[in-house]
T-cell receptor, first 117, second 112 residues
Framework: SAVISQKPSRDICQRGTSLTIQCQVD?????MFWYRQQPGQSLTLIAT?????????ESGFVIDKFPISRPNLTFSTLTVSNMSPEDSSIYLC??????????????FGPGTRLTVL | GESVGLHLPTLSVQEGDNSIINCAYS??????FIWYKQESGKGPQFIID?????DKRQGQRVTVLLNKTVKHLSLQIAATQPGDSAVYFC???????????FGTGTRLTIIP
């Protein structure tokens, strides 16, 4: 398994501002992903964070709104830009291990609970 | 697009009884399925997975059943405990595609 930490764990922000969320994993991983979980709902994939190249975004998500960095194999950031109340959600980082024996097994961080006023 | 869904949004079970959580999927190309448990304020935690070449897989107190004919997945939890209270999500993926598609979730409440 992997130990994944996210910072901040929660934040309350004003509309129009931006917040950068950090994801740190304790081992090298092949894939890192960012998900959004709106209140009382399931998880929706925002993008795949690619090491050394631009992230791959899912339909409905764009780089200008959710810029992502992944400078190395253990760290990634997600920025929520120009926030509005509709961005209030839990943002989750997940990883897939390099030496995993299980197929596609993903481990999730604890999430960042964002409230936009 | 294709999606993964659940029959029951909430489920209450008496402590010590067995529980069954169901999930329907529609993408016939999916060949890998996972159940996650999410407790309040935490990220999803991997419970058990199953590949499409299997019908059943057992873990500690949990069993996952896969019926490919009707595209149905279930999670059975035996001898439920208060710590089993959480939201349970099924997710699907296909070989070569690392992305998971999550179902809507079922909230399981264990009644003491």
């Amino acid at each position: 398994s992997a130990v994944i930490s996210q910072k901040p764990s929660r934040d309350i922000c004003q509309r129009g501002t931006s917040l950068t969320i950090q994801c740190q994993v304790d081992s090298q991983v092949t894939m890192m992903f960012w998900y959004r979980q709106q209140p009382g709902q399931s998880l929706t994939l925002i993008a795949t964070a690619n090491q050394g190249s631009e992230a791959t975004y899912e339909s409905g998500f764009v780089i200008d709104k959710f810029p992502i960095s992944r400078p190395n194999l253990t760290f990634s950031t997600l920025t929520v830009s120009n926030m509005s109340p509709e961005d209030s959600s839990i943002y989750l980082c997940s990883v897939e291990l390099i030496d995993r024996s299980s197929y596609n097994e993903q481990f999730f961080g604890p999430g960042t609970r964002l409230t936009v006023l | 697009g294709e999606s993964v869904g659940l029959h029951l949004p909430t489920l209450s079970v008496q402590e010590g009884d067995n529980s069954i959580i169901n999930c329907a999927y529609s993408n016939s190309a999916s060949d890998y399925f996972i159940w996650y448990k999410q407790e309040s304020g935490k990220g999803p935690q991997f419970i058990i997975d199953i590949r499409s070449n299997m019908d059943k897989r057992q873990g500690q107190r949990v069993t996952v059943l896969l019926n490919k004919t009707v595209k149905h997945l279930s999670l059975q939890i035996a001898a439920t405990q208060p710590g089993d209270s959480a939201v349970y999500f099924c997710a699907e993926a296909s070989f070569g595609n690392e992305k998971l598609t999550f179902g809507t979730g079922t909230r399981l409440t264990i009644i003491p």
